[in-house]
Nanobody, 124 residues
Framework: QVQLVESGGGLVQAGGSLRLSCLAS????????MGWFRQAPGKEREFVAA????????YYADSVQGRFTISRDNAKNTVYLQMNSLKPEDTAVYYC?????????????????WGQGTQVTVSS
């Protein structure tokens, strides 16, 4: 069983930054691929960023490429999402997810475990 707990969300002005954290349980955290997704009101959950368990393969949505950075600290069982140059359209609930296959994907259906989400609100 894997438990994921996100933190770091909040209210920020456009152009500002936030860093989200996702603390994972499980002894084999380093073998999971991890991803971040988001869901705005009335919209479907969408892919934001992910990387394979090796970290060699990293994926970003076009809408966040160059502004967001995904990283992980295996010693702390934590994955991060650094979000810079935030825009009002980035407003959503952000979720981290674990892909036990280890490869990472843009498809939410391939992730076996999800956190409860953290709200990010960007004001204009």
């Amino acid at each position: 069983q894997v438990q994921l707990v996100e933190s770091g969300g909040g209210l920020v002005q456009a152009g500002g930054s936030l860093r989200l954290s996702c603390l994972a349980s499980g002894r084999t955290f380093s073998s999971y691929a991890m991803g971040w997704f988001r869901q705005a009101p009335g919209k479907e959950r969408e892919f934001v960023a992910a990387f394979s368990w090796t970290g060699y393969n990293t994926y970003y949505a076009d809408s966040v490429q160059g502004r967001f950075t995904i990283s992980r600290d295996n010693a702390k069982n934590t994955v991060y999402l650094q979000m810079n140059s935030l825009k009002p359209e980035d407003t959503a609930v952000y979720y981290c997810a674990a892909d036990l296959r280890g490869t990472g994907s843009r498809l939410p259906t391939l992730y076996a475990y999800w956190g409860q989400g953290t709200q990010v609100t960007v004001s204009s």
